[in-house]
């Protein structure tokens, strides 16, 4: 006998609420979707929080450990090499097309995402609309001189042999352009996020648990500025009083679903 799920079990929503939603999105024309690591768990990316999470196997990384120890410096190089690969195969599943479908409808305005692996991107969303506010895993950065580096070209590095390495144009040390713990969010990225969140005609989030900052004050922002807000995601967040909707179940069933309703079929498939 196969040992019980740890994972409560998803109940999807039903037609009434999946056509709720595409009401929603039909009656919108600047929607801002905020997504959070629950749209990438159905890619197989593990969330932070959950029980393959850094927070459930080791302690995160902060910013502090970083800079200021050199044997955390290696270990971090270390995992990167082992667990970089996992990232780069990772593919959009279909809540990530569905906002691509949104998009070139002319509807979506941009995506506000707290994940850092790019899969926005790739699934076909136009990057000067994805704003990432916890950086990218896919970009290495020196702290001194600021030079960027592909990522792909820096696990090159890691499988020749160069386990801690240090930046090619002025031996500074690099890490990845992401947001450690105890850093501060890109002021410029936030900014934005704010500005089309206070013009956004409907604010989706999917995938967030909305408890880290200031990510989570965006469902409040959007309800002062008049805008109707729904939330997508496995559980409840801490923000579903703001809610106008809210729906618990898998971004990648429901969304394209909701989409669908919407628009039709956007791209003729």
């Not at 109940?11 to 629950?38: F, K, Q, S, Y």
């Not at 001189?145 to 500074?172: I, K, T």
């Not at 500025?225 to 106008?244: E, F, K, M, S, Y």
């Amino acid at each position: 006998m196969s040992a019980p799920s740890s994972e409560p079990e998803i109940v999807e929503p039903g037609p009434e609420d999946v056509l709720a939603l595409a009401d929603l999105i039909r009656n919108a024309n600047r929607i801002l979707a905020l997504t959070g690591a629950g749209i990438s768990t159905e890619s197989g990316i593990p969330d932070y929080r959950g029980p393959n999470g850094v927070w459930a196997t080791g302690k995160p990384p902060t910013i502090g450990d970083f800079m200021e120890n050199e044997a955390h410096r290696r270990t971090y190089w270390q995992r990167r090499l082992e667990s970089y690969p996992d990232l780069l195969a990772a593919r959009p599943n279909p809540a990530h097309r569905a906002l691509v479908d949104l998009e070139r409808a002319g509807k979506l305005a941009a995506v506000v995402t707290q994940n850092i692996d790019g899969l926005h991107q790739r699934a076909g969303s136009d990057p000067q609309r994805v704003i990432e506010l916890h950086g990218s895993a896919h970009v290495v950065r020196c702290t001194d001189c600021g030079a960027l580096f592909d990522g792909e070209e820096v696990q090159e590095w890691l499988r020749a042999g160069h386990l801690y390495p240090s930046c090619p144009v002025c031996g500074g040390i690099l890490r990845t352009a992401t947001v450690l713990f105890g850093e501060s969010l890109p002021r410029e990225a936030l900014d934005r996020s704010v500005e089309l969140t206070r013009d956004a005609d409907l604010l989706l989030v999917i995938g967030s648990s909305l408890v880290v900052n200031p990510a989570a004050q965006l469902p409040l922002i959007a309800k002062r500025n008049g805008a109707p807000v729904a939330i997508l995601n496995r559980t409840g967040t801490r923000q579903d009083h703001l809610a106008d909707l809210r729906l618990i179940g898998s971004a990648g069933v429901v969304l394209p679903q909701a989409v669908f309703h919407a628009l039709g079929d956007p791209l003729g498939s």
